[in-house]
């Protein structure tokens, strides 16, 4: 028998609450979520969660038969000018040997909520999911799983062989020549690209080699992989995440999908992941509510709300989210090798009234349009990753006439991203392709419009 609380010098450290509290916590995949140590010759597992207005937390799974009693998790302290709960729920569970360490079960945390109920929620840091018992329909709860594949933690991380490539991405990063180089970009959305003879899903591995056979027919020399991060519900095409640090359990695991990338590398096909950081799934097996308030999300539904969509929109002015956002773009260039994100729909990010009737939508401190504490987190991430992953493309998918996408000047309103998605190019291409070919004349205009505002922006 061990005592699970008997191993406290194995639980966060002040630093990393420290990290983590300041919004900019580049490595929090390591600190929250669940990990897999040794302490004092004890294998466990680590879990470490955020659930500030929670009563109660326990980790609940397979190998305790969902059992809130068996696993509770003790509140944070801090000491000094700090005091108090600082929102952190964390607990060591002892297993005994390696071997014991139950990895593949699902698990999930029980919450017991001010109003007096108990939910049972995904882990937000999680990094493996269940495969959705329906592709369809959003499942009442989609479990997170104990992962084998934690290459900060196991004996054997991932063996890459994409050294070279990695070197020759980091020094033109340096160098500054990265948006020197030709960039043709070919979109997929891997479950529907290619099925088997029976109509099934192929997997990561599966993928690997006809997608970069085709991509090198084509003549394409980067990929943006569509519907990446975890989501319940096949429909949203990847839109409506829920797991944010875990790869789409649907085609597969980490390793399966590091070897697809790896693949690729191989082949000299850069690797941009669609990036979704506005807005998340609201369903319940997803993180919304997770405390059974808003925690993750804004309180007010007139901000948290993006009604169109029918998703929750992030709380960028907590700290504890931004952490939680910046770390999952650091997660996936570190863990996966991820050479460039295309960051989705930043118009609903710095607009308050995105999408929004007047009455539904609040104003910023100057009664004006802007959400600052989005356009600051967009300026911070673009410079964090500069910093850490120089080589590293960052794209907005931004609709808008919104100026300084592409700089920080002005320095209110430059987001820092290196390129700005030409979504008017692809949409006036799209168009003219489609008319016949008497009316063609009359619509080169649907090719021409764009060296009107060509130079305003870095476009791709």
């Keep these: 028998l061990h005592d699970a609380f008997g191993y406290v010098g194995f639980l966060l450290a002040e630093v990393e609450?420290?990290?983590?509290?300041?919004?900019?916590?580049?490595?929090?995949?390591?600190?929250?979520?669940?990990?897999?140590?040794?302490?004092?010759?004890?294998?466990?597992?680590?879990?470490?969660?955020?659930?500030?207005?929670?009563?109660?937390v326990s980790v609940v799974g397979d190998w305790n038969n969902w059992d809130g009693r068996a696993c509770p998790m003790a509140k944070r302290f801090r000491a000094g000018e700090h005091g108090g709960f600082c929102g952190l729920w964390e607990v060591f569970v002892p297993f005994g040997e390696l071997e014991d360490i139950p990895f593949g079960n699902k698990y999930g945390y029980k919450i017991h909520t001010l109003a007096g109920t108990d939910l049972v929620k995904m882990d937000p840091y999680a990094q493996e999911m269940e495969v959705p018992s329906d592709m369809y329909h959003s499942p009442v709860f989609n479990a997170s799983v104990i992962s084998s594949c934690d290459d900060s933690y196991r004996a054997e991380p991932f063996e890459w062989s994409d050294d070279e490539w990695m070197k020759q991405r980091e020094e033109r990063g340096r160098l500054g020549t990265a948006?020197?180089?030709?960039?043709?970009?070919?979109?997929?959305?891997?479950?529907?690209?290619?099925?088997?003879?029976?109509?099934?899903?192929l997997g990561y591995r599966q993928l690997a080699e006809p997608l970069v056979e085709h991509i090198k027919a084509l003549k394409f020399n980067w990929v943006e992989l569509m519907a990446l991060a975890h989501h319940p519900f096949q429909g949203s095409w990847g839109y409506q995440v829920s797991g944010y640090y875990s790869c789409y359990s649907l085609l597969g695991g980490p390793d399966d999908l590091k070897y697809l990338i790896d693949k690729l590398h191989e082949a000299e096909i850069g690797v941009i992941m669609d990036f979704v950081p506005a807005h998340f799934?609201?369903?319940?097996?997803?993180?919304?509510?997770?405390?059974?308030?808003?925690?993750f999300e804004y309180e007010d539904p007139r901000e948290g709300e993006q009604r169109q969509w029918g998703t929750k929109v992030f709380n960028f002015r907590r700290n504890e989210v931004r952490s939680f956002l910046q770390g999952a773009v650091f997660f996936w260039a570190e863990r996966y090798h991820i050479d460039g994100f295309r960051c989705d729909a930043i118009s609903s990010m710095i607009y308050r009234n995105f999408g929004k009737e007047d009455g539904q939508w609040i104003p910023n401190e100057h009664g004006d349009i802007s959400n600052l504490e989005a356009v600051s987190l967009l300026q911070s991430l673009n410079q964090t990753m500069k910093e850490f992953w120089p080589g590293v493309i960052m794209?907005?998918?931004?609709?808008?006439?919104?100026?300084?996408?592409?700089?920080?000047?002005?320095?209110?309103?430059?987001?820092?991203?290196?390129?700005?998605?030409?979504?008017?190019?692809?949409?006036?291409?799209?168009?003219?392709?489609?008319?016949?070919?008497?009316?063609?004349p009359a619509n080169h205009s649907k090719l021409t419009h764009r060296a009107t505002y060509m130079q305003d922006e870095r476009y791709v």
């Design 17 to 56: 609450i420290d990290q983590f509290q300041s919004g900019r916590f580049p490595n929090v995949s390591d600190a929250l979520g669940c990990h897999c140590v040794c302490a004092g010759g004890v294998f466990g597992l680590r879990f470490a969660t955020w659930a500030p207005r929670a009563v109660f």
């Design 179 to 201: 948006l020197l180089q030709p960039m043709a970009i070919y979109e997929v959305h891997l479950p529907s690209w290619r099925r088997g003879a029976k109509g099934e899903v």
């Design 281 to 295: 799934c609201r369903d319940q097996c997803s993180f919304c509510d997770f405390d059974g308030t808003a925690t």
């Design 395 to 440: 794209i907005a998918e931004e609709s808008t006439a919104w100026t300084g996408v592409t700089t920080l000047r002005p320095a209110d309103f430059g987001l820092g991203f290196d390129l700005k998605w030409d979504l008017g190019w692809m949409n006036d291409s799209l168009v003219y392709l489609e008319e016949p070919t008497w009316n063609k």
